[in-house]
Structures are given as C-alpha cells and as structure tokens.
C-alpha cells in the first residue's frame, strides 16, 4: 500500500463545543500523526451517483466507531500502522472508497444554458485518512457508562468529518479512520461518505479490511477477494447514467442541519425481551381478529412498536396530532431481479406507516402498531420501488434536515450489519458506537447486541424534555434490559 504522511505532531488538539449529556470536563484528544493511504496505482474511473446516491449529497457522513480493548500483541503507534497497512490491502478491491467526487454541468444544447448538474465517483486513487490520536485519561468505562445518556461530547472526538455533507467528498476523503488510544483501550472511529453508498456495502467492506489485518498477523489464511459491484443499478436493465439534478451549483441544494440540544441513551433489548414483546403483539391482535397481522409479526415490528408508542406518548402530542413511524429499509432482496449482496451503492429507501392520530395510536394498542409497521414494510414491494424512483427522476431532490417528521420517529441502521465481526487481530469489539453525525429527535439506530443471539442495541436521540419524559415512562423501561458491564479483557495466553 501506498502511506503519505500528512502530519506529524504531538501537540494538535481537537475539542468541540460540548452539547447536552458530554461529560462537565471532556478530556481533549491529542492528535499524534495523520496519513494518507492510497491503493496501487490502476486506471483512472468514474462511477456515476443515481438517484439513490444523489439524493444523500446534502446528508452528513457516516459515523460509526468500535470499542476495543487495548492490543496485547502491538503498541498503540503499531496498531494505527496494522490498520492502514490492512486498509492499502482492502482498497485494492474497493478502490472507489480512495477517490473523490467530482461534479459535471449539464447544458441545453441548443442556448447553451446550463440545465443540472451530476456528480461522479472520480476514482483517481486520491486517498483515505488514517489519523492517530490520543484521548489522555479516558477509560472504556467513560465511554460506556452503565444506565446513563450516551457521553456525546467525548465520542464526538473519536471521529473526523464530524461536521462534513457528503457533497464535501470533492475535496474531503471519501474515507477518514481515527485510531484513539485509551487508557485501557482503543477506539476506531469511521467517517464514511453516506453518497458512494449505504451501511450493507460500508460494513462488508469494513469486515473484509479486518479480515485482511487479521491475515497479517499470521492469525487466519488472507481471504478470498471480494468481489463488490461498482455497476450501478438502472430501471431499464442497462447501463446506469447520473443523476441530473435541477441547479447550475448543487452547492445550492445543499442545506446544513442547525445545532440541536439532544440527549443519547443506548439501550439494551436481549432477545428474550424481544421475544416477549413480540408475543404481547401477537396476543393482542389475535383477540382483535387480525390473525394476519399476527403470523406476520417480526421482533423489529414489534420493538419499533414500543418505540414509536413511547416516544409519542414522551412528547405528549396533541391527540389530533398525526404521526408515522418510518424505517430505513434495503431494496437489493425486494428488486426483481434483485439486487446482489455485493451492490456497492446506495439502495435504501425510508418507508413509513400510514398517518395516524396520536390517540389513536395509543388507544390501539401494541399490536396495532406493530402490524402497522408490518404493512409498511410489506407494501414495499420492486413496484413501489420503481414508482419511486421514477417519481424522483421526474423531480429530483436531495435528502435535508427540513425532511424530518418531528412528530415521526426513525428507525435506522440494522441489527444485521455485522459490527461484532470486525476483529482487527486482537479480539471482537467490546461496543458499537457512533458520533454526532445524522442525529434528531426521535432518531434511532439499530445494533445487534454484543451477545449476539438476536439481541439488538437501540441507539435513541430525543430532545432534553423529551427524554425525561420517557424515562418516567413504566411500559417502555420495562422492557429495556439493563446494561451489562464492560467485559474483562481476555488473558493473554501463556507463550
């Protein structure tokens, strides 16, 4: 692999005004060095952004970050060169994730005028950040506090690009990794351009990458070469062009999400909680008459049931108010013919229930609203699928703050990403986090739970008042599990 290095320093600082919920006093993160890794040289590519890609340009990054105890078998300077060693390796076979995007005009071609503009992934080999950092005096049991609001201030220097749209990937890595060494320790932060494509593609990669370190350390045989699908998808069958969209600047369309005082909780559903929920689902619309809605009943229907409820009940909604309950849902299963696995692009839409009042909502019941969230999901089907994507097409937009319900809730990311399974050399996470990035009121992400097994972490955002609220609120906590403490570092084995 090919390493620049960018900066070398033991003196840079990195602090962030702290929101709501950040510890009283953050211990700053000392920036130790920054590199740029590029894969070897290949011939130059674009890769146009269609709909689905394009309309993530005025979205922020995705941040995503592991929580790993401290490397017996490496010094924390080696570990952030085993990564980027392992990450060169990786962007041999996901080399778009090394480019930058660049943007085309598009003119009338009679007056010359110009009519829209296109953005493409330039895969030129510019490069990813690697950035070695060190947070003085921070614990994993700062970051994992047990029961309590997720520290925000804190992780939000675990991670770069904090602040970046996706449209900034022109002149911003596509790709930027913080290592930041704790006391007892480590912490990888991913800032990852939410335009080149969605979370399926983004933790493939990233299991792959660890594999590939795993590899390097004599620990598993190098594995085989992925073989992702830069093709993007196009309604008609053949080759995909980009998506025009209706400006002379797409700076234009771009409109950055105002500073919101947020609280945080990670929240633990084991999979016996799960379960149980699913079942009240089950019984209560069976003594409703909806055996339908009973055999279809999932534990993802049924925890963003509580959700949804919940939180309504949180926000003490007016009861003509109306409200949905949206998810993010992966169109590549529900295409004909469907979509690979190893699409490497965004195929994801938000789906959402039908409107309904807030009293209706909680009069109803449970079951109700988990059967609600069945039929969303249900409905979408490969025709609701190209509908929408013709219906953009025919009026192109991009994704921004002012698309938020604030009387909705959103679920987001999936408890079938395999977060657990990137083993860098030293062991599975400890924990899954996130940072600041793509959070608001009655934002949730879906994690699987450490313990596997069907367990899921849900990641909840909601407003100070809100949050209050629903901590008083009995039928939700009852079914939160409580939280587990940080496991023990496992022995290092006798030589």
């Not at 006391?183 to 983004?202: E, I, K, Q, W």
């Not at 009240?280 to 999932?298: H, K, Q």
């Not at 100070?464 to 290092?492: R, Y």
């Amino acid at each position: 692999y090919q390493q620049t290095n960018l900066v070398r320093t033991t003196d840079q600082i990195f602090s962030y005004p702290q929101p709501m919920s950040a510890m009283p006093s953050p211990p700053m993160v000392r920036v130790v060095s920054s590199s740029t890794v590029k894969p070897p040289p290949r011939p130059r590519e674009r890769i146009p952004l269609t709909s689905w890609d394009a309309s993530m340009l005025s979205s922020n990054y995705i941040q995503k970050g592991l929580l790993f105890h401290r490397p017996t078998s490496c010094s924390p300077v080696n570990v952030a060169d085993h990564l980027a060693a392992a990450l060169g390796d990786a962007l041999v076979h996901y080399y778009p994730i090394a480019g930058r995007f660049a943007t085309e005009q598009h003119r009338d071609e009679h007056t010359g005028a110009v009519v829209g503009c296109s953005v493409h992934v330039d895969c030129a080999g510019q490069g990813v950040e690697v950035v070695h950092a060190v947070a003085d005096g921070v614990t994993m049991a700062d970051v994992l506090p047990r029961d309590a609001d997720v520290p925000r201030g804190v992780l939000a220097q675990f991670f770069q690009l904090t602040h970046a749209v996706n449209y900034g990937g022109q002149e911003q890595p596509l790709f930027a990794v913080q290592v930041t060494d704790l006391a007892d320790g480590v912490f990888v932060g991913f800032a990852y351009n939410h335009a080149l494509s969605d979370g399926t593609a983004f933790w493939d990669f990233v299991n792959y990458w660890a594999a590939l370190a795993r590899a390097r350390l004599g620990l598993e045989a190098v594995p085989p070469a992925p073989k992702p699908s830069f093709e993007r998808w196009s309604p008609d069958g053949g080759a995909a062009g980009p998506a025009v969209l209706p400006c002379a600047d797409v700076s234009e369309l771009i409109e950055r999400a105002p500073p919101l005082q947020l609280r945080e909780r990670m929240l633990h559903f084991s999979a016996e909680s799960l379960e149980a929920l699913k079942e009240r689902a089950r019984e209560e619309l069976l003594a409703a008459g909806d055996t339908a809605g009973a055999a279809a009943l999932t534990k993802f229907q049924a925890l963003s049931s509580l959700l949804w409820r919940c939180i309504t009940r949180a926000r003490r909604l007016a009861p003509e108010q109306e409200t949905t309950c949206r998810a993010a849902i992966n169109n590549r299963a529900r295409l004909r013919p469907q979509l690979p696995q190893e699409y490497f692009g965004n195929t994801i839409y938000a789906i959402g229930t039908d409107s309904t009042r807030a009293a209706d909502l909680l009069e109803r019941g449970h079951g109700w609203a988990a059967a609600a969230v069945g039929r969303a999901v249900a409905a979408h089907t490969d025709a609701s699928i190209r509908a929408r994507v013709a219906a953009w097409t025919a009026r192109p937009m991009v994704y921004t703050h002012r698309f938020f319900d604030p009387t909705g809730t959103m679920m987001g990311s999936s408890p079938r990403f395999d977060m657990y399974g990137c083993d860098f050399g030293w062991g599975s996470p400890v924990a899954a986090r996130s940072g600041m990035a793509n959070k608001f009121d009655g934002k949730t992400s879906l994690y699987p739970g450490r313990e596997g097994a069907g367990s899921i972490d849900a990641e909840l955002t909601l407003s100070p008042d809100n949050m209050a609220a629903l901590e008083e609120d009995d039928e939700f906590w009852a079914a939160v599990t409580p939280d587990a403490p940080v496991p023990s570092a496992p022995e290092k084995k006798a030589t």
